[in-house]
């Protein structure tokens, strides 16, 4: 098997952490684009949610993860015990999570579904790849907001298509590899495409927001659905 090499290294994020809401039981935040969920191996990638959070919450730990250029609404349980339940309603996935997203050109349809398996490959690292042999099952659903398109700085206009993302698994990059599947990869995506067609190369962020989350909190056992707009 291939020897995975991971050369990355996150720049400085200047951006902080929101915190929306907190009790004895949970943290719920709103995570900027361009901070890692978790601390690298490479201690130029110490800094990140976890690192940041657990100076003041000692203890806590993460339930869930947003990939690095990703940013919007994270659960992040204080204890272990919290982080158990919460991780049972996501393996159990009762737990709802929406995005905001730009993707590449004008979507055809309002609506649909992208069934199309992921697998890792470490010769690709750190790609996934759609792959229908080995690859876990993987669904999302998508909903077009908007078709617009944007002036960019020389006067072109870029095409882009404003989605909802429903994720139905969590499977690493499936919403960055599910929209290029789709023919529309998601604006900014340096991995899948986002960054290759003319007009997006000064895109600043991968267009990609964390945007609702609907779970049952583990003590109350009140339901919660936060939303957090998107920035762009």
Known sequence: MSQIVDNFVAPPCADQIEMLYQDQHLLLINKPSGLLSLSGKNPQNRDSVHYRLVKDFPGCTLVHRLDFGTSGLMVIARNKSINAALCQQFSERSVTKIYSALLCGHLKDEEGLIDAAIAKDPALFPLMSICTINGKPARSRYQV?????????DGRMLPVTRVQLLPET????????HCQQLGHPILGCDLYGGLTLPG?????RLMLHASELHFVHPVSEKPFIVR???PF
């Open 228 to 230: 957090n707009a998107s």
């Open 200 to 204: 997006t190369e000064q895109t600043t």
């Open 170 to 177: 969590g499977r690493t990059h499936q919403l960055r590899i």
């Open 145 to 153: 907001i908007e078709r617009v398109n944007l002036e960019q700085g």
